[in-house]
């Protein structure tokens, strides 16, 4: 897929990811909301990890929780 000016990037920071296999549940239950073209995580084993979504439209907060918590982990309010 091409990027367009039409996607929006988000950033949200995740606890209790350690692994590869974490990343792979984070991305895979994110990639399933609507809207979502890319996941990409910066792994932090013992810290939160920042995970950058990039969709074709706004995502609410409470769609992206429930895909994390889905995952098994959790999510926290983006540093600003």
């Known amino acids: 897929m091409t990027p367009s000016d039409n996607t929006t990037s988000?950033?949200?920071l995740v606890d209790g990811m350690t692994c590869d296999h974490c990343v792979r549940a984070v991305t895979d239950e994110l990639s399933a909301v609507p809207g979502v073209t890319a996941v990409s995580i910066d792994l932090r084993p013992?810290?939160?990890?920042?995970?950058?979504v990039a969709s074709t439209r706004p995502l609410a907060e409470p769609e992206v929780r429930e895909a994390v918590d889905e995952a098994g982990y959790d999510l926290r309010p983006a540093a600003s």
């Not at 013992?46 to 950058?52: D, N």
């Open 10 to 12: 988000t950033t949200f």
């Open 46 to 52: 013992g810290a939160s990890s920042s995970v950058t």
